[in-house]
């Protein structure tokens, strides 16, 4: 088992506030995610509540990561409510590190659910992907790509829901004018990347969303991934050419609604690329018809972001009208790059991080 490594002082704390750590979950780049568990603030002081834990050590990670990354993973957990999104409880800052305290996902992430378990089954595949598409339709609507979907991200809980987590290279994907911004930073795990990522030119990161969403639905059918990603020269060339494959084993078992709907995720060619809308609106999803409804909490969900993007489109076309067109920006990737930048700067400089977050 990963060694703990929380000095006296900082367990003190912790426990002052009511929480405790237990044994290592998980561990990413430059995070470790700890079973956790919550005593203050419930009516029964006995029955304490288990967490997850993701502490984030700033002075174990890049400065790119620390000044770029984190502000926009922190600025974004504290706008989301979901209920196919990890929802959480609370963040702290000490000294250099961050504690998210987040719910627990009692049966792991979707890869050691499929490693233990095998490949899931075309029902449950539809349930999961429609939690995840619905997630991501809120997401994309609220202008926030995910950028790093992946099995390792979506959880799986006692009740064998699933929760998308990990905002770490999420971003917002207009700026405040409401001009698309495309991203030109690689990010996520090569095996889930769309080819125009690949390529190394300025993507739509909503669009590349989708490809990576294809990438874990094949995963779950086939217990496989779709390409070979040892080279990637390779794997791009396969992608282009959708050298891609049902394992044998499973491929008579599919239905041919799955099957097409396979080939509009994995779709190379941007343009026709299916945008999450109509995912969810696919052949595929209409045929369970429990999953036709959205439930009251997705339906809250779904008014919520699409309120929040009412307000934000309302603020851009006041924001316009004061300020002169600027040029597509997706024309010039220098210039793309400064205003990026600069934006980045501002938001740090102005970044008065969210009320619960606690510095001592
Ligand atoms: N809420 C949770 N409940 C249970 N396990 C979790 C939870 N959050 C994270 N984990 C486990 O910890 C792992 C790493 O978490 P996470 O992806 O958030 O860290 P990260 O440092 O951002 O990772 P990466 O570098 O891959 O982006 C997950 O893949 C999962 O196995």
Redesign the pocket.
Known sequence: MAKLEHTASEELTLSSRGYKLFKV???????K?YLAEYRGNTDDKNKPRQL?C?IVDTTKAPRDFVKKFLPRELEILVKINHPHL?HVHSIFQRKAKYYIF????EN??LL?FILKKGSISEAQSRVWMRQLCLAVQYLHDMEIAHR?LKC??A?ITSNYNLKV??F??ARYVTDGYGKRLMSDTYCGSLSYAAPEILKGSPYHPKIADIWSLGVILYIMLNKAMPFDDTNIKRLHEQQTNKQWKFRSKVVDNLSSEVKKLMGHLLEPDTSKRWKVEQVLGSEWFGMDPRLAQLNPAEQAAMIHAQEERKKYMDTVRKKSISKPVRDDISKDVSVLKKEVEQQEREKLANLSLPSMIIDE
Do not use: Q, T
Not at 25 to 31: I, K, R, T
Not at 102 to 105: E, I, K, P, Q, S
């Open positions: 979950l998980g561990e990413g780049s430059y995070a995610v997850a993701k990890i987040m719910r627990y996902a792991g992430d050691e790093d390792e991200n959880l987590s990990d770490g290279f």
